[in-house]
């Protein structure tokens, strides 16, 4: 049959399928959708960060027009928290009891007949607080911490004595604020229940995960609840939990018997769908003379919330990001009275590159040796823990080809040595990896009648090109054009996918996708085995190719034949398959799962008198190992990088240090990046197919963004002459 | 549970205690005329009475553009638009932008050059983009991104964004027939 390996390794760059519904407003969000009777939410915000309720005054609001209930901790009876998932606890329970455990925690939901009625009446809920002072501070000597959270700590050899042989040591300490996912789209819950049947459309990156906390929490089966996300204004990390609020909407939709909408407003997606915590990381290095790594040491700290737990290691990534002898990285995580933090594009990575990578430049400048040179002399050829291979490694070609076409070579070694006019112009890099991560997947392969096929699965697309790269895959896993192909994502009835996140899908649920397309050819030689009528009978799985619209031997293109001439004279609407992969094994591997590789090249240019900061260039070569689509993999690693520009000169969630209220929560004052802020960009993909899975992908999501902040700094330093090891880097840090 | 989209009466005695008015206007070449309480924006009115969905909120605050729509041929953020204002006026959406069931050429450009991910800022940055053509502030990618900056793409195809505008400008621009 046609493999994945026979795929060239840069895929064609098909324009995304989901394209003409996208650009012509015909792509619906969970947002766009209504069901008939529906009724309206509106959330009441705690104002206090750390307290209790002393009372709630819903009578006013009650008595508003349209108003059809107040739900409060008061009359919602205790929910369970939903179930432990594959990225860990779910959210606490929303309205549990009295307590207030950060600013801006739902207190209330006011249901009505319209959205103004309900907004207007959650003015009207009046509530009493007794508060107290909240811990907001990583330094907080009340706060409780939580050690090698996630077990990742990890030592190897003796980084003292590393650091004791060294010649040259460097140590610094980097600070990361709080970011906010902040994707386009406001989140969205509709929920409808049919008896008890339920559907919601969510704003989610994980539709099975929902069905299976609605299922838990509401005490149904999984079977009678279907989540719908087939299409997501980004997320970012903030749709990979079933947040307070959706199990708030699912409720009132149950108490009171009609369906309800409930959309959060932008200041509330500050508060209610996570954000990368800030956090402090300290590092040292030790190398030789002549530049060789002796010693890294990394240890991040990050906050929390109060009861509830986040993905964060920022120095786990350090352990295996080169060849050195002696690493000790440690994490601890400091409990909050702030919102609950989420992976935000590149977890722990963003953080941990910007400190490794910072710290790695001020080593190059200790040794007065080329930063790039650097890293090539500690490139890891091997994975430094487990000591095993590979499965793909072209981190080496990623600083070439980046190098090559940035014109390193005619960087001046010196700082603050080149201008235009009143602009200070420096350069710099960094060398990134983001980890190999996999989950279970399932996917259906359906042959129609009419010769098309129809693939799916309960995964969803966030704007990274499932559709579209999925449709590519199995056209040509079947022989079909990609017209004749459709493909099915975002609903939890599907074969059960995992999240859309940690740059995993396209490697899970194309594996099964590949292994549904590859059954699926095999049921049709099973159905004509026997088959005297059928050119093909006989055959085995290794005689034939899927190509235009059938199946064909590979020893003689005169015998094929096409899929709806199969199905007609075995009288069959239409032939399934079921596919499935599994994360690959080291062991079973006798390699080590490698993630993406990457080197970014950036050029900045700051006024010399107002401190102002602009990318003017940005290199990005990424070893993602094969890509599915060259143009959608390209605006992966666009979106990441410009994420990461966003993350170094702009994104710093503000929390008044006082009252724990965020004071910049909107868009008028979180800044994201802008078109005027984003230069012309040049991605290039080296590499080859990754050995750990058929497809041979590696996933793209992230490892763009990791290190840009890391070079944006490098290259201010270059240009300045002044370090800056807390982000964002605002025109204050360079008068 | 269906998903058609219902267009509720909406009458104004339907909301005690607060006004109700009845605008009339044109949304894509076709007369309408909407009844409802008079705080109900213009992006609200399309999105929830008049279901053209093809307009998003971002945000609600008139700091993102995803809302853009264009009034009498403008620019303009029908989040920061009542309803009630729009009396009298014409209002294109990104439903009205095809021609003779025809893509616009720009919503094109976008596919081609890959102008969106996530595609929820999408209708916002093609009504801007048609207009920034008109208003005749596309000669240079400088201008193009600064004029584009009212329009937040949180998933960053900026630089594709850019490529498929210029291609519309260099191509005739607004009269671009591709
Ligand atoms: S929704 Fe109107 S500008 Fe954001
Ligand atoms: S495409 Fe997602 S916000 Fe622009």
Redesign the interface.
């Known amino acids: 049959m046609s493999t994945a390996r026979e795929l060239p390794v840069v895929g064609p760059a098909l324009?995304?399928v989901?394209?003409?519904?996208?650009?012509?407003?015909?792509?619906?969000?969970p947002?766009?959708?209504?069901?008939?009777g529906q009724a309206h939410g509106a959330l009441v915000q705690s104002t206090i960060a750390a307290g209790r309720i002393t009372g709630i005054d819903t009578s006013a609001a009650e008595a508003a027009?349209?108003v059809l209930a107040v739900f409060t901790h008061l009359n919602v009876p205790p929910l369970p928290r939903g179930p432990m998932t594959g990225l860990g606890v779910s959210p606490p329970a929303p309205l549990r009891d009295d307590r207030i455990l950060h600013h801006g925690q739902h207190v209330a939901l006011v249901v009505a007949?319209?959205?103004?009625?309900a907004t207007?009446a959650a003015r009207l809920v009046r509530v009493g607080y007794a508060s107290v002072e909240p811990v907001l501070d990583l330094d907080d000597p009340r706060a409780t911490t939580v050690d090698d959270p996630w077990g990742l700590d990890s030592e190897r050899g003796d980084v003292e004595a590393g650091l004791a042989a060294s010649a040259v040591r460097v140590e610094a300490t980097y600070t990361t604020p709080d970011n906010t996912n902040?994707?386009?789209?406001?989140f969205s819950t509709l929920a409808?229940w049919?008896g008890d049947r339920l559907?919601v459309?969510d704003a989610t990156q994980w539709p099975s995960m929902v069905r299976e906390t609605l299922a838990h929490v509401f005490g149904v089966p999984e079977t009678s609840v279907r989540v719908l996300s087939p299409?997501?204004?980004?997320g970012?990390g903030a749709g990979l939990r079933a947040w307070p609020h959706v199990i708030l909407a699912v409720h009132a939709a149950r108490e009171l018997r009609r369906?309800v909408k409930l959309?959060l407003?932008?200041p509330q997606m500050f508060t209610s769908v996570g954000h990368r915590p800030k956090g402090v990381q300290h590092v040292r290095l030790g190398a030789s003379a002549d530049g060789r790594l002796l010693a890294i040491e990394h240890r991040g700290r990050s906050l929390l919330a109060a009861e509830d737990d986040d993905y964060e290691p920022f120095a786990a990534g350090s352990a295996v990001a080169y060849a050195c002898p002696n690493v000790l990285t440690r994490d601890q995580q400091v409990r909050a009275n702030v919102p609950a933090p989420v992976s935000m594009r590149a977890p722990a990575h963003a953080q941990g590159g910007f400190a490794l990578e910072s710290a790695m430049d001020e080593l190059a400048q200790a040794l007065e040796l080329d930063p790039l040179e650097l890293r090539l002399r500690n490139v890891a050829d091997v994975h430094p823990a487990l000591g095993l291979p590979w499965t793909s490694n072209a981190l080496r070609e990623c600083y070439a080809v980046g190098a090559e076409r940035f014109g390193w070579s005619r960087r001046p070694a010196r700082p603050r040595s080149q201008r235009d006019g009143h602009w200070l112009v420096g350069q710099a890099m960094a060398g990134v990896s983001y980890p190999w991560y996999q989950a279970p997947s399932l996917a259906r392969a359906t042959v129609t009648a009419d010769g098309h096929a129809v693939v799916g699965g309960s995964g969803m697309d966030?704007?990274?090109?499932t559709y579209t790269v999925l449709t590519q895959l199995s056209a040509r896993l079947l022989g079909l054009p990609p017209e004749r192909v459709r493909l099915e994502l975002g609903d939890s009835d599907l074969p059960k996918a995992p999240q859309a996140g940690g740059s995993g899908l396209t490697g899970a649920l194309g594996s099964a996708v590949h292994d549904a397309c590859t059954k699926l050819l095999d049921a049709f030689l099973d159905l004509v085995r026997d088959d005297p009528a059928s050119p093909l009978r006989g055959s085995a799985p290794e005689d034939v190719l899927a190509a235009d619209g059938g199946i064909r031997r590979r020893d003689d293109a005169d015998r094929s034949e096409t899929y709806d001439a199969i199905l007609a004279r075995h009288g069959r609407r239409e032939l399934s398959a079921d596919g499935s992969s599994t994360p690959a094994r080291p062991a079973e591997l006798g390699m080590a799962p490698a993630g993406a590789f990457g080197a970014h090249f950036v050029e900045v240019k700051v006024d010399e008198d107002l401190g102002l900061v602009r990318v003017s260039r940005l290199t990005t070569v990424i070893d993602g190992g094969r890509i599915l689509n060259e143009?959608?993999a390209?605006?992966?690693i666009?979106?990441g990088?410009?994420?990461g520009i966003?993350m170094a000169l702009f994104e710093d969630t503000i929390t008044d240090p006082v009252s724990g209220r965020i004071a910049n929560a909107?868009?008028?004052d979180y800044l994201?990046?802008?078109?005027?802020d984003?230069p012309?960009?040049d991605v290039t993909f080296v590499g080859e197919p990754d050995r750990a899975s058929p497809l041979g992908t590696k996933g793209v999501g992230e490892v763009g963004l990791v290190g840009v902040a890391a070079a944006i700094a490098n290259a201010v330093h270059h240009a300045t002459g002044i370090r800056v090891r807390s982000l964002p880097i605002t025109l204050d840090a360079l008068l | 549970?269906?998903?058609?989209?219902?267009v509720?009466p909406a009458a104004p005695d339907?909301?005690?205690?607060?006004a109700g008015t009845t605008t009339a206007f044109t949304v894509n070449g076709t007369p309408r005329s909407v009844a409802a309480?008079t705080?109900?924006t213009l992006l609200?009115a399309l999105?929830?009475l008049l279901a053209?969905?093809?307009?998003?909120?971002?945000?609600?605050?008139?700091?993102?553009g995803?809302c853009t729509v264009h009034v009498d041929g403008r620019r303009v953020l029908a989040c920061l638009t009542l309803l009630a204002q729009c009396e009298g006026r014409e209002v294109t959406?990104?439903?009205g932008?095809?021609r003779d069931g025809r893509?616009h050429p720009m919503?094109?450009a976008?596919?081609?050059h890959?102008g969106?991910?996530?595609?929820?800022?999408?209708?916002g940055q093609?009504m801007s983009a048609v207009a920034l053509l008109r208003e005749d502030r596309a000669r240079t990618?400088k201008d193009?991104?600064?004029f584009?900056?009212?329009?937040?793409?949180?998933?960053?195809?900026?630089?594709?964004?850019?490529a498929a505008i210029r291609d519309v400008a260099q191509r005739g621009g607004v009269d671009a027939d591709l």
């Open positions: 324009d995304r989901d394209g003409p519904a996208k650009t012509a407003g015909q792509a619906r969000y947002s766009d959708f209504d069901a008939p027009p349209g007949e319209t959205r103004e009625q207007a902040n994707p386009l789209g406001l409808a049919d559907t459309h299409y997501l204004g980004g970012f369906p959309v407003t932008r966030i704007g990274t090109g143009k959608t390209r605006s992966q666009i979106g990088a410009i994420g966003g909107t868009f008028g994201v990046p802008v078109h005027a984003i012309a960009m | 549970m269906t998903f058609t989209p219902e509720p339907s909301h005690p205690g607060v309480d705080r109900v609200d999105r929830d053209l969905t093809g307009t998003k909120k971002g945000c609600d605050q008139g700091a993102c995803a959406t990104i439903e932008l095809s893509p919503q094109e976008f596919v081609r890959d969106f991910q996530c595609g929820y800022c999408t209708p093609i990618d193009i991104r600064e584009m900056s009212g329009n937040l793409c949180r998933c960053a195809a900026y630089p594709n964004i850019v």
